[in-house]
């Protein structure tokens, strides 16, 4: 009921708010499981992406976006939960592991699952190495992979702004062709894991037109 209500009364008003350009929608599958993966510039990247996608998509969401206080913390904890967006706390590992064995078990479920191989926002606009939990995640739930690339979404909303800036700059959202990565299961579990997670990466460079920085963001992220 709130997936109905979410797709025919509120995506329609943040089109209307963000009016986000969709390049690639036709590589979207309409079913079974999928791992959606994109960079992350601002916060509201959480939002754009569920309205080019044409599929309920869950997200790993930073716990302290559960945990703001005032109307927009309420808002934003009532929005994450009942979309059924799995908090997860930076730095925890046993934390994060759980929140992609969860992840694991909505893909098991044919459902279709966001993450930021980068895990955090990058505050310079570049791209950053891809960690290697989607990796794990790929291996384990033998999904394949959306690419996607964001641009501007960050001038929407910088990181440190309280609020989007509704009716401004247009977002891109460019979607690439499913990856299929079961060629790496004969391999190693580890040097799969790394090769899976640059290869993601990668592609979504190319989409992203984003220079790569060729390290990992370990900045810590900020709560806007």
């Not at 009364?9 to 979207?28: D, M, Q, S």
């Not at 309420?74 to 994450?80: C, D, G, Y």
């Not at 791209?127 to 291996?139: A, E, M, Q």
């Not at 739930?141 to 960050?154: F, H, I, M």
Request: hydrophobic share 40%.
């Amino acid at each position: 009921m709130f997936y109905t209500f979410m797709t025919r009364i509120v995506a329609p008003i943040l089109r209307l708010l963000f009016r986000p350009r969709i390049e690639g929608l036709e590589n979207v599958p309409k079913y079974g499981p999928l791992i959606v993966a994109s960079n992350h510039l601002s916060f509201i990247d959480s939002f754009v992406i569920p309205l080019a996608v044409p599929r309920p998509v869950t997200y790993i969401a930073k716990a302290d976006y559960f945990e703001g206080n005032g109307l927009k913390g309420r808002f934003v904890r009532w929005f994450l939960t009942t979309l059924g967006h799995v908090p997860v706390r930076r730095g925890a590992q046993r934390a994060a592991m759980g929140a992609l064995e969860q992840a694991a078990e909505i893909l098991d479920n044919s459902g279709a699952f966001a993450i930021y191989p980068e895990g955090t926002r990058s505050r310079d606009g570049r791209l950053y190495r891809g960690r290697t939990g989607i990796g794990w995640l790929v291996l384990e739930s033998g999904a394949r992979v959306l690419p996607v690339g964001l641009a501007g979404t960050e001038k929407i909303q910088p990181i440190g702004a309280s609020m989007p800036r509704f009716l401004g700059p247009r977002p891109t959202v460019r979607i690439g062709e499913p990856l299929d990565f079961s060629h790496y299961r004969d391999l190693p579990p580890a040097k799969a894991r790394r090769l899976i997670a640059d290869e993601i990466v990668d592609h979504i460079q190319k989409l992203s037109g984003q220079d790569f920085a060729g390290c990992y963001n370990d900045h810590a992220d900020l709560k806007a």
